[in-house]
């Protein structure tokens, strides 16, 4: 207590109020403390009794014939022989004066004490809860709550918010820059403090009539750090009295802690992100390699033995130049082992050359397979053949043909197709197109989009499930909507499925199944192609992916069957917890022949 005295400097505040009350003398005692001022003759003021020290004050006050005694929180303020002219109310209004400057000492010492704590908590929300609880130990309100700016939006959303109805603006519930009392703070930086916002002209009742709390009173104070308004703090209706202005100095003081405190916050949160993002990539890094040793290890395999079996016919057969071509694969075969067996090293964490990447890879392979093409006999060129059309068709796009392409006809057949070619399969797919209209696209560009996002959906939804197909105008632009209610995708896997090669299943429970089929393995290439076509043709691609919430890992696994799932009871079990929606997004046309 005493250092709250030593803040406030006790001493000369009671040499202000014997001077201005008119008092011979004046004393205060608190515990052990003791001050006491006696006014000279002179009109000097001369300290009778310094704290600590040996004159008892008992004694001092048997000699006095009058005195005014009012008791405080803190101790006793006495009043010795005031003069008729002072009346008593004057008295306790100057005793109540001295103990709110007491408290507010009190109060700057917590918030001083508290600020190591504040500063040093790097998680945002702790750390605001640690500023409320501050707030309502300090100013003893019924809400306290912390709204941060948004600066892409200019928008205050509340980050935390505590008391009455704080439930209603925990729900994403936001307010516009400059709106209401708190947005007028953040907006100009300058704090308000009343105590009937009924009466102020920036009062917005709305939020009070959605929430059904009643607003009386308010402190606003801004949240900044180096002149840049980062949000704001507010405490609601005192429980007691009304706000005052130490009250609302004291929130000021609290809210200059807080700024550099939810910056550093922030900077913390993004470099975890980052961290974060990193460890994804990496992931994905050894998720490609993984892939792309397993994509390799079969037909290399089938390769190596065809290649052996030549080798043993020919030598019984003459024929010109046929030697050579099979050393000549033998070889380029030998580097594909090679480079097959850098991948394992790689996997198995052995040094390897970082020049020699997947690129190196790529190009080896395609050089083996062209050199394989140009001189294998008919029985194998044929398989050639297939292996070169399926990697020309995955990126290669024939002669640039743009049409005008009626959306309804086009993803009408683009769905019989997809179910002609996935017998077995027990899926609902239901389409929502609306008629008349167009885009202009390369038939054969659309046809692999959305063929491939169908594909995709299809593949990631359990039998018994269904697919949305929709397509339909939104703000100017033809929004084409491929939505299943399958396991989704991880937030992890989330950030990497437009990178190719990318698989969103671990390597141990990857297996190359036939496509369309649930959780069929693919080499990722089809979104990547997507994404690809995309940014090539002038349209958009987005999405939206929750995951299963019953298998919310990679490694958990789905049965296949909406029924053969523990979890689910209903369709609309399944149907409710998990899902993507591909949205595509072209400049909107309509077809003149519908109108």
């Known amino acids: 207590m005493e250092k709250h005295f030593l803040l406030i400097r006790i001493g000369q505040k009671l040499r202000s109020l014997l001077s201005f009350s008119g008092c011979s003398a004046i004393a205060f005692e608190s515990g052990e403390l003791i001050y006491a001022y006696h006014k000279e003759p002179q009109n000097g003021i001369k300290e009778l009794v310094a704290s600590g020290g040996e004159i008892n004050l008992a004694t001092y006050l048997e000699h006095c014939t009058n005195t005014m005694t009012f008791s405080l929180p803190s101790g006793k303020l006495i009043f010795i022989e005031p003069p008729p002219s002072i009346d008593d109310g004057t008295l306790e209004f100057l005793a109540e004066e001295l103990e709110g400057d007491i408290k507010f000492a009190s109060i700057i010492d917590t918030v001083f004490q508290a600020s190591v704590a504040i500063s040093s908590n790097l998680n945002l929300n702790p750390l605001l809860h640690k500023v409320m609880s501050l707030s309502e130990a300090i100013l003893n309100p019924e809400v306290t709550a912390v709204m941060l700016l948004n600066p892409e ?10 008391g009455d109805k704080s439930e209603f603006f925990q729900s994403n519930i936001t307010l516009p820059l400059g709106e209401g009392i708190a947005g007028h703070v953040a907006q100009t930086g300058e704090s308000a403090l009343l105590n009937d916002v009924r009466k102020d002209p920036r009062w917005n009742p709305s939020y009070d009539e959605k929430s059904g709390f009643c607003t009386r009173s308010m402190i606003c104070v801004p949240i900044k750090f180096q002149g840049k308004v980062l949000g704001v703090i507010e405490v609601i209706n005192k429980k007691q009295g009304q706000f005052t202005s130490r009250g609302l100095r004291a929130l000021e003081i609290l809210a200059a802690q807080t700024g550099g405190a939810v910056a550093n916050a922030r900077i913390h949160e993004e470099l975890e992100n980052a961290y974060e993002e990193l460890k994804v990539l990496d992931k994905a890094k050894e998720r ?15 390769i190596s033995g065809v290649l052996s079996r030549v080798s043993k016919k020919i030598q019984n057969i003459d024929i010109p130049g046929l030697e050579k071509t099979v050393n000549m694969g033998q070889r380029n075969l030998n580097r594909l082992m090679e480079l097959q067996e850098k991948i394992d090293d790689i996997l198995n964490e052995k040094s390897v050359e970082e020049s020699e990447g997947v690129i190196s890879i790529i190009e080896d392979a395609v050089s083996f397979v062209q050199e394989l093409r140009e001189s294998a006999d008919k029985k194998y060129e044929q398989i050639l053949r297939l292996i070169s ?3 020309d068709s995955l990126y290669h796009v024939e002669e640039i043909r743009m049409e005008e392409i009626r959306v309804d006809g086009f993803l009408t057949d683009v769905c019989q197709e997809a179910i002609s070619i996935m017998p077995g399969r027990n899926l609902e797919i239901v389409s ?3 008629k008349g209209l167009t885009v202009s696209m390369d038939q054969n560009v659309l046809n692999k989009v959305c063929s491939g996002l169908l594909k995709n959906a299809i593949e990631k939804t359990p039998d018994g499930g269904k697919i949305e197909l929709t397509a339909n105008t939104v703000n100017g632009e033809i929004c084409i909507d491929f939505r299943d209610y399958g396991i989704g995708i991880t937030p992890q896997n989330q950030k990497m499925i437009f990178g190719g090669f990318f698989h969103t299943r671990e390597t141990d429970l990857y297996a190359s199944k036939t496509p369309y089929e649930f959780n069929a393995g693919g080499t990722g290439s089809d979104l990547l192609r997507v994404k690809v076509f995309s940014e090539r043709y002038g349209f958009s691609v987005d999405y939206k992916s929750s995951r299963c919430k019953f298998i919310p890992k990679d490694t958990d696994i789905c049965p296949g069957k909406i029924f053969d799932c523990r979890f689910i009871k209903e369709k609309a079990d399944c149907y409710a917890s998990g899902g993507s929606v591909f ?4 400049p909107a046309k309509t077809d003149p022949k519908s109108k």
């Open 153 to 162: 939006t200019e928008d205050l959303y509340w980050e935390v918010s505590r």
């Open 389 to 391: 059309k399926r990697l």
């Open 583 to 586: 949205t595509l997004k072209f």
């Open 288 to 302: 490609v390699i993984n892939h792309l040793s397993h994509e390799l290890r079969t037909p290399l395999a089938i």
């Open 432 to 434: 929502k197109i609306e």
